[in-house]
């Protein structure tokens, strides 16, 4: 992954791991005490990447531990895990996000397979596939069409795709278009935080997307909202105390290239390019919600 994000000149960053509000919802957080007050165990480098962003980085990424104080028992669920985070400024939308992410992928996954495929078949007896790009793109409304067609009944609308969705629609994508992976875009803004940019000729959709690959959500990545008053704006619009992230909003204050990027948690990647079931039998300690010894 450094090799490729080194040769496309980006600069990685480390950012803190406490902090004083959310970065993302705040259904999510550890609560520490912290001196005379409150603070929280990073869930998502999201603002500290930005900020990167309006202080003229360019192109930016992390490799770090982050926290979810998410009571989800399921086997792509852990509450810490170490999050591969990329931004990228100066894009037109999300299409150069995308664009970026399924060439890196294919880098690195033909890296992994020419140095370690033979070993990974061995021990795994799964076979690392280098895919083709460009990767298929789908809008969500187009990913729940495509699976009625195929009398799989998806989420209603404003809904997102559920796990079965989403397994289901990698299927049909692998057997109809050869693919492993899958763009689906333009979600609803009842599912996207506050910061994804909008279309503008549909502000009921956002410029995101998921990666599908075999079966479940890779990354989620998304152009952001750069533009002050119109942050502002969809922060209040989803009841965001917009107190607690001043900090965050006077990035754009003076103006901000047009930004965009995408996160995933690497146990999830190992997961399905290992062939396993569950991300603890790719963590070397896993932590969930009953799990914190040894």
Do not use: C
Request: no cysteine; net charge negative.
């Amino acid at each position: 992954m450094r090799e490729h994000w080194r040769t496309e000149k980006f600069i990685e960053i480390h950012t803190p791991k406490l902090m004083g509000s959310a970065s993302e919802s705040g259904a999510e957080l550890f609560k520490v005490d912290y001196f005379d007050g409150d603070a929280y165990l990073a869930q998502s480098p999201q603002f500290y990447k930005q900020m990167a962003m309006a202080a003229g980085f360019g192109r930016v990424f992390e490799i770090g531990p982050v926290f979810r104080a998410n009571p989800s028992f399921t086997s792509r669920h852990d509450t810490e895990f170490t999050s591969v985070d990329v931004e990228i400024s100066w894009i037109d939308s999300h299409e150069d996000v995308m664009a970026f992410e399924e060439r890196w992928l294919a880098h690195v996954l033909s890296v992994v397979e020419a140095t370690h495929g033979k070993e990974i078949f061995e021990t795994f007896k799964t076979e690392v596939t280098v895919p083709d790009t460009p990767f298929p793109r789908m809008t969500l409304e187009e990913a729940k069409d495509l699976l009625r067609a195929h009398d799989h009944e998806p989420p209603g609308p404003g809904d997102d795709l559920d796990p079965p969705s989403e397994r289901e629609l990698s299927a049909i994508v692998k057997r109809t278009l050869g693919s492993e992976f899958v763009f689906v875009t333009d979600y609803p803004t009842t599912v996207r935080p506050f910061y994804h940019m909008r279309h503008p000729d549909r502000p009921d959709l956002t410029r995101s997307f998921d990666l599908l690959w075999r079966g479940i959500e890779l990354t989620t990545g998304a152009q952001r909202e750069h533009r002050y008053e119109q942050l502002l704006s969809q922060a209040r619009e989803k009841d965001v105390e917009t107190a607690s992230i001043g900090y965050y909003l006077d990035f754009f204050r003076y103006g901000a290239p047009p930004h965009g990027g995408f996160g995933f948690g690497l146990t999830r990647l190992l997961m399905q390019m290992l062939g396993q079931d569950n991300v603890r039998e790719v963590t070397f300690l896993y932590r969930g919600p009953n799990r914190l010894s040894p």
